[in-house]
């Protein structure tokens, strides 16, 4: 299923008004962004770029895309989150007691962050910082929230052509739920927290496609039995509050009955079920395409529903997801799955494609066995999976295991089939560094597939590492003395040499294809080296084209093979063409001509060199 749909509810409910201020609060965050983040100390080794996203209570969170300045980070992209109070006391119509509020909100959500470290939270790689005007973290590079992809979606469904695309196949969004579910088993069952504010803004997709939890300025230990539930509820009483007093609150749309005061209250303290509840409601948003509780702020119109929610219609999802929805969705809280058991579901475990993601996400604890087991299985499946998915969601993992001497025959292949899925500034900045070692080493039939990969590892490559992994690839093939290995580099040489600067054609790679020439003892080898010189012949200097012709008149003085005789044929020809008449009198001519009385030319032969 593609999340094109024809249209995507609101998931804030709120009045124009709100949206109003909403935007004001993004143009204003996009427009004086340069000038507010000039001396943050959690900036001074990135470089902020242009706007991506909004996140955290009332989306008033911006999330700027960012590169690292230093040298082989593990993270050369981040994403700067950047909370202005000027925004915020807007949203507070003047109230400064709500905006100290809010901020104070946002202060623990950043301080919950900075102590939960999980694969499904989202990373926070610098300190939390506040300056005079703003609130500011680095974390992961970041891409979007779920509320940015509905609110995509929904103005691209109302046709406005300003209107930006995330595509996500069914494949990714079930994969993202299922890391959502592992991160709230973590926070219940190891952080001992509850979330309380899970929603589609507190659901962050990051660039590598991983859908991790924010959020938690919401968040309460876990204490079973002994807190009392009337102390983990909300008052949603005044519906007509400013948008930073309403966003003191969780959403409503996505609220559990037993955190919001008036409904029915938790008896048994089981709050980790209102987590549940609230993932419930956002899948049933994101899946199904419609919101279940399209309340707004209305307490009144939220008991409504919860009233009703007897007779549940789940008839917008799949048949499977409604068997999971059913007991997430109910009213009471001991009846509801727990996070752990939703994965378990038919609806997840019943995808195959699904449950290869799952393997390769703790691919890194499997033994050997079970990783060849599985890497055999890939091929012949790995092409159903979307662009997308194997870009952000396959590739990487694999990336991981090809220094595995084991399983680098396995591996490789896959990977090089990849990259063709990857614009130049990923090679970079993920395939590059886990590439690099490979190139460096390679030998035997993995030298021999790479250099047969040439021309897809150069669709993939930005121009300086042509320079520094294929021309050094190309260089190790030449040398190793494998007659395979030097048949495919002379063969794929002329791809590198049209993307190489002249200086390094001519330093490393013309003095191995004479050398080849010359001293090889394999025929195959000799007549490929003679026809690479002929297809490079375009961007050699004159002094060059002579030493190829030199080299050229001692082979063929004493090989006088059809094969060899026609190459050389070939290679003068390809110079007089490129240097005119006075080379060829000069040099092409006395060369040529005592070949065309060689025996061991056929007439077919004789005629095709004569034209």
Not at 63 to 79: C, D, M, Y
Not at 132 to 141: D, F, G, N, Y
Not at 501 to 513: D, F, H, Q, V
Request: glycine share 6%; proline share 4%.
């Amino acid at each position: 299923m593609n999340l094109n749909m024809q249209t995507v509810r609101s998931y804030l409910g709120q009045a124009a008004q709100t949206a109003k201020e909403l935007s004001s609060q993004a143009a204003v965050a996009a427009k004086d962004l340069s000038s507010q983040v000039v001396g943050a100390k959690c900036l001074r080794e990135y470089t902020v770029q242009g706007l991506t996203g909004s996140a955290g209570p009332g989306n008033m969170w911006k999330i700027f895309a960012a590169r690292s300045r230093k040298e082989g980070t593990s993270h050369p992209l981040a994403s700067v989150w950047i909370l202005d109070k000027r925004a915020v006391t807007e949203a507070s119509r003047g109230s400064a007691r709500v905006a100290e509020a809010f901020l104070q909100l946002c202060r623990k959500d950043a301080a919950n962050l900075a102590k939960l470290k999980h694969p499904n939270v989202v990373r926070l790689l610098e300190p939390f910082e506040e300056t005079r005007s703003q609130l500011l973290m680095v974390t992961e590079a970041v891409t979007a929230s779920v509320a940015d992809v509905l609110q995509l979606r929904k103005a691209s469904s109302a046709g406005s052509s300003g209107a930006g695309s995330l595509q996500l196949s069914e494949l990714e969004i079930k994969h993202g739920f299922l890391q959502v579910a592992d991160g709230l088993h973590f926070l219940h069952t190891q952080a001992n927290q509850i979330h309380r504010g899970i929603s589609p803004e507190a659901i962050c997709i990051t660039a590598a496609g991983a859908w991790k939890l924010a959020g938690f300025g919401f968040a309460m230990l876990a204490d079973f039995g002994s807190t009392n539930p009337a102390e983990a509820a909300f008052d949603y009483g005044d519906s007509s509050a400013s948008l930073a007093a309403q966003s003191l609150k969780p959403a409503l749309s996505y609220t559990a009955p037993e955190l919001v005061k008036g409904a029915q209250q938790s008896s048994g303290g089981l709050f980790s079920a209102a987590d549940v509840f609230s993932l419930g409601v956002v899948m049933y948003e994101v899946i199904g395409e419609r919101q279940l509780l399209n309340v707004g702020q209305s307490a009144y119109d939220y008991y409504s529903k919860i009233a009703s929610f007897h007779q549940l219609d789940l008839s917008c999802v799949p048949y499977e997801l409604q068997t999971l929805l059913g007991p997430m969705l109910s009213v009471a809280p001991s009846a509801r799955a727990s996070a752990i058991s939703i994965t378990g579901s038919q609806y997840f475990q019943g995808d195959v494609m699904l449950r290869a993601l799952r393997f390769m996400d703790s691919m890194i604890q499997r033994d050997t066995m079970q990783k060849a087991a599985f890497l055999n299985d890939l091929t012949t499946f790995w092409h159903k999976f979307d662009d997308r998915v194997l870009r952000l969601k396959v590739l990487p993992h694999l990336l991981e295991e090809v220094r595995s001497e084991q399983l680098q025959q396995l591996v490789l292949p896959l990977v090089i089939h990849m990259l063709g899925k990857q614009d130049k500034q990923d090679f970079a900045d993920s395939s590059a560094p886990a590439l690099m070692p490979i190139f460096q080493a390679a030998k035997g039939e993995t030298l021999l597939l790479l250099v047969h990969s040439t021309p897809t590892l150069l669709q993939s490559m930005p121009r300086p590492y042509v320079t520094s992994m294929m021309v050094p690839l190309l260089v190790r093939a030449a040398d190793q003395g494998d007659p395979r290995c030097q048949d495919e580099m002379l063969k794929q040489l002329p791809l590198v040499a049209e993307q190489t600067e002249y200086t390094t054609l001519k330093a490393e790679l013309l003095p191995r294809m004479h050398a080849l020439c010359l001293k090889t003892t394999s025929a195959s080898v000799r007549v490929n080296a003679l026809t690479c010189m002929a297809r490079v012949a375009a961007r050699l200097d004159e002094d060059e084209a002579g030493k190829m012709l030199q080299t050229a008149g001692k082979v063929s003085a004493v090989d006088h093979t059809a094969p060899t005789v026609m190459c050389v044929l070939g290679l003068g020809d390809a110079i007089a063409r490129q240097y005119g008449l006075a080379m060829a009198a000069q040099q092409v001519l006395p060369l040529l001509c005592p070949l065309l009385v060689q025996p061991t030319l056929s007439g077919p032969q004789f005629s095709q060199a004569m034209t």
